[in-house]
């Protein structure tokens, strides 16, 4: 007999495949609409070209003429799209005024062709740090190197080395003289360093902020060798000579190599009162220090964390590169996490050719003390309060320009209309507010009647009350945090997010989703690298997304979909889907708002992007920027298709529900899509118990078309499950209805 399989969109994780009676078990790129399961549409690249680095945050606005931009936040640039093209408005480092760090009359050193490295001394330290972006100009060279000017001249430079607090190396690309040249000169100018592409995490030795790259760490080498140090003497005495003490402190601790070195005092290029294999380092030499040659590399220790020490967890969490970007009218305000923040104007002439700055006409955001002005130096995350235009920092400095004062509980806004005025007066709007339940502030949203603010525990509502206080503060919920600054999300009122050990929504009351995944996301979720995980809203589709690192994931791998607008009040745990194809992954996304389409950033870290052109740079990672919802399939920049391959899998039925024990015999079924375009492939798995793997069937998997009325099987077990799946370009579908002809057959086993 003919017998209709009825399946609940949403699929379902939490039950056994036998036990999740009417659902669907597991999926990739596939959605529901109107309660039947579909491809998801398709995605092209929006350039010819890809973006260096990975971008974790996206803004789409217009200004006052209608132009259309979108802003990318990358862990290297601050970057912007406009009518099919990218400029890089990434700002140059610079002091608390804004006044741009350069160096001048630098001199460059070449080496031979087999090593294609150039040493660039400058006239003053110049506090770089491995990884740094630079900028050179106004270049002149040694004769004799077979370069030319042009080979520097506006180009950009990762810094690969640090001899010395005078000197550091980069890739010259184009070196063809195997001549050592030392002379010419140029201006340095450096970028605005963001962050690191990932995020690190743990404790003890060799992780957090000791056993990595750790921007600002000022570096010099060693002037002399260091002997091992058997008997605690220092090995070779208790003084040890380095190549500049300079920047460093009067008593601290350095790193050379694997070991730590503590000290009490400086004379002249010495440190003095030496404690060889500090902090439990010595086991990675000899008993109490290891030998280290003349020339190597010392760093600067003395915040660092290492093994023997205790450490806070904030002191071994290292955040990747983080952006808050938001509008002031055309105004772009650009907030790199626990740092600076910088402005872009729209409605200057020359907008496109201008960098973001701290002193932008008209919208400074530079510390300017004649004035008593200017935005704090670091800061977690800033929004703009869209109705009363105040600019907000969440977990800033509770002294402006002291970034050492940074309190993650900490909130500072500006008076309305001015985001450059924080002292807060009789006369003005601005004011300060301390948060209480949690450790920091992980992020912040502007809803429809309300701020909403996250910290690590709690939600908060900041809401404008007027004199004397401006805004009002208010908890709404508790063991509800945040676990990362993009894992929230807001539509038409309502927020979404994911926490620690759930997903929540707000809609005047904090409210835990049921989740049918949940424990296929928690158990399996990276959480220490929460601030990787990134939210989106598809309108189109009413679906929240987000997508995730995997426990052994140095990146996102994983998505997971809430679907809040089809019909949930019939299904208790929600309708809830996921992913895990490789082309699928996001590491950030817009609604379809500004654009009549969602844009999105796909990352892959094997590659290396190609704007900004990094000169002789390699492995920094690549992010592809794509429209979606456009076809079926995916195309890369170069007009390369690439086939989107989904499908679904049911759970496990019996021929009754109450009819368990008996064998069922299958004989053909009935396939029905709503939609068919190419081919599509079902395969009929059958198992005689619960537990055992599912067994595909003799003449299984079975090709659909279109023409397709049924399809003759024979099949014979306890229980059976279908999956559907199509891997080819140019195909689509939409599945409406499976009937299958099944007959008892005998009670065995």
Not at 571 to 576: I, S, V, Y
């Amino acid at each position: 007999m003919l017998t209709k399989i009825k399946f609940a969109p949403g699929i379902d994780k939490q039950d056994t495949a036998v036990g999740a009676e009417g659902r669907w078990v597991d999926s990739d790129n596939v959605r529901f609409r109107y309660g039947l399961p579909e491809k998801v549409g398709g995605w092209q690249s929006l350039l010819n070209e890809s973006i260096v680095g990975v971008a974790r945050k996206q803004h789409a606005f217009v200004d006052t003429e209608g132009n259309r931009y979108v802003a990318l936040g990358t862990d290297k640039f601050l970057l912007l799209y406009f009518e099919g093209q990218l400029f890089d408005i990434t700002p140059f480092r610079c002091n608390n005024a804004g006044v741009v760090d350069s160096f001048t009359s630098s001199t460059l050193a070449t080496n031979s062709t087999s090593v294609k490295t150039c040493t660039i001394t400058t006239s003053t330290d110049h506090d770089l740090s491995v990884g740094d972006i630079i900028e050179l100009s106004s270049v002149t060279l040694p004769s004799g190197t077979g370069l030319n000017a042009s080979d520097f001249e506006n180009k950009l430079f990762q810094v690969l080395t640090i001899p010395t607090p005078t000197t550091f190396t980069i890739n010259s690309l184009n070196q063809a003289s195997a001549v050592i040249s030392t002379g010419g000169s140029m201006t340095v100018k450096v970028y605005q360093p963001v962050g690191p592409a990932a995020q690190s995490y743990g404790y003890g030795f060799g992780i957090g902020n000791y056993g990595g790259t750790i921007t600002g760490a000022l570096t010099t080498t060693l002037n002399g060798a260091l002997l091992a140090d058997t008997a605690g003497t220092g090995g070779s005495g208790t003084a040890i000579t380095l190549t500049s003490t300079t920047g460093f402190p009067t008593t601290g601790t350095i790193a050379v190599g694997d070991e730590l070195i503590t000290y009490t005092g400086i004379a002249g290029s010495d440190i003095t009162g030496i404690t060889r294999g500090a902090l439990g380092t010595a086991t990675f030499g000899t008993s109490n220090g290891q030998a280290h040659s003349t020339g190597a590399t010392v760093t600067n220790a003395t915040s660092f964390s290492g093994f023997g020490s205790a450490v806070e967890a904030s002191s071994v969490t290292l955040e990747p590169g983080l952006w808050s970007l938001s509008n002031f009218g055309e105004v772009l305000v650009a907030t790199i996490a626990n740092g600076k923040t910088f402005t872009w104007n729209a409605g200057i002439t020359a907008r496109l050719t201008t960098r973001a700055s701290m002193v932008t006409s008209g919208f400074e955001t530079r510390i300017d003390a004649a004035t008593d002005s200017g935005n704090p130096t670091a800061t977690r995350v800033t929004l703009i309060s869209p109705t009363t235009r105040h600019l907000i920092h969440l977990g800033t400095e509770t002294t402006i320009g002291s970034p050492d004062t940074q309190d993650d509980m900490f909130i500072r806004f500006s008076e309305d209309e001015n985001i450059n005025k924080y002292t807060p007066q009789a006369t003005n709007t601005a004011g300060t507010q301390r948060l209480q339940d949690g450790t920091k502030i992980m992020g912040g949203l502007v809803a429809k009647e309300n701020i909403l603010i996250w910290t690590d525990n709690a939600l908060y509502t900041m809401k404008f009350v007027g004199a004397p206080f401006t805004f009002g503060f208010e908890q709404v919920g508790t063991n509800c945090g945040l676990i990362g600054k993009n894992a929230a999300i807001e539509i038409d009122g309502v927020a979404y997010w994911m926490g620690n050990n759930g997903f929540f929504s707000f809609d005047g009351t904090v409210n835990t989703l049921p989740c049918s995944v949940e424990d296929y996301v928690y158990d399996d979720c990276n959480t220490t690298k929460g601030q990787q995980i990134n939210a989106g809203i598809n309108n189109l589709f009413t679906e929240v997304i987000w997508w995730y690192p995997t426990q052994n994931a140095d990146f996102n791998d994983r998505y997971v979909v809430y679907n809040y607008g089809q019909d949930n009040a019939r299904l208790p745990m929600g309708n809830w889907y996921t992913g895990t194809n490789t082309n699928s992954i996001r590491t950030s996304w817009i609604d379809s708002l500004v654009y009549p389409k969602p844009y999105a950033t796909a990352y892959n870290s094997s590659n290396t992007g190609t704007f900004p052109q990094i000169i002789g740079e390699t492995g920094l990672g690549q992010t592809v920027f794509f429209e979606h919802e456009i076809g079926t399939d995916q195309v890369n920049p170069d007009g390369s298709v690439t086939a989107l391959t989904s499908f679904i899998k049911s759970f496990s039925f019996s021929l009754q529900k109450d009819q368990s024990e008996v064998f069922l015999a299958m004989r053909r079924f009935l396939p029905n899509f709503k939609v068919l375009t190419g081919n599509n492939q079902i395969t009929l798995a059958i198992k005689d118990f619960p537990a055992d793997s599912d067994t595909q069937t003799s003449l299984s998997p079975f090709t659909i078309t279109s023409s397709t009325t049924k399809v003759d099987t024979r099949a014979r077990g306890r229980y059976a499950n279908i999956k559907i799946e199509n891997t080819s370009v140019g195909e689509s579908w939409r599945f409406g209805t499976f009937q299958v002809d099944l007959q008892p057959d005998g009670r065995r086993g």
